[in-house]
């Protein structure tokens, strides 16, 4: 099983960033897929998730800025993040579950400047 997330990198308070979550080696259908973020010094947080059925939560640090979606035929998730405050950065990992069976991609890094 591979999660390769990609997409992340150096922007502008203000800015954009498209993340990507490309699965392999899963039925990535089944799965809900999760974006969490790490900033130093932190612990791991959750941003967002949508289950197999398209649901989505946020959270309220996030809520109006960032949308999470999936592309099942390309086994894929994504993370648009608009309105990027320096606050956001951090590695940011996606994830997914379908009980009992759970993987974390690697992370990318994000940092917004002030």
């Known amino acids: 099983v591979q999660l390769q997330a990609s997409g992340g990198g150096l922007v502008q308070a203000g800015g954009s960033l498209r993340l990507s979550c490309v699965a392999s080696?899963?039925?990535?259908?089944?799965?809900?897929v999760a974006w969490y973020r790490q900033a130093q010094g932190k612990q791991r947080e959750l941003v967002a998730r949508i289950t197999d059925g398209g649901s989505t939560n946020y959270a309220d640090s996030v809520k109006g800025r960032f949308t999470i979606s999936r592309d099942n035929d390309k086994n894929a998730g994504y993370l648009q993040m608009n309105s990027l405050r320096p606050e956001d950065t951090a590695v940011y990992y996606c994830?997914?579950?379908?009980?009992?069976?759970?993987?974390w991609g690697q992370g990318t890094q994000v940092t917004v400047s002030s």
């Open positions: 080696g899963i039925s990535f259908r089944l799965y809900a």
């Open positions: 994830y997914v579950v379908w009980a009992p069976f759970n993987y």
